[in-house]
């Protein structure tokens, strides 16, 4: 029901878009976030957008480089990535959580996207 995309090999200091299509959820009911986990890492939320648009939440490792989005009439959420660093290599998830809010805890979520991979590389 979610299904992520965008994702690539990208050089340092490129940008991605990630894009977040939802298929039988009524969409504008849910909050969407953007998780990632790296090889031997934790999963880390990154940011959330509340159910209209108008209330987004950013981690500090990625506050000012990334921007979450969503159009609800293409029931998608978008992740643009700018200043991409090495460290942001990952795997990249979106997830949608029933209500208006989520947090970034992944236990918030109800739905999970499967998964697109990101490469920062030289």
């Known amino acids: 029901q979610l299904q992520a995309s965008g994702g690539g090999l990208v050089q340092p200091g490129g940008s991605l878009r990630l894009s977040c299509a939802a298929s039988?959820?009524?969409?504008?009911?849910?909050?969407v976030g953007w998780f990632r986990q790296a090889p031997g890492k934790e999963r880390e939320g990154i940011s959330c957008i509340n159910s209209s648009g108008q209330l987004t939440y950013y981690a500090d490792s990625v506050e000012g480089r990334f921007t979450i989005s969503r159009d609800n009439d293409k029931n998608s959420v978008y992740l643009q990535m700018t200043s991409l660093k090495p460290e942001d290599t990952a795997v990249y998830y979106c997830a949608a959580a029933r209500g208006a809010w989520a947090s970034s805890s992944g236990a918030d979520y109800h739905y999970w996207g499967q998964g697109t991979q990101v490469t920062v590389s030289s």
């Open positions: 039988g959820l009524s969409f504008d009911k849910f909050a």
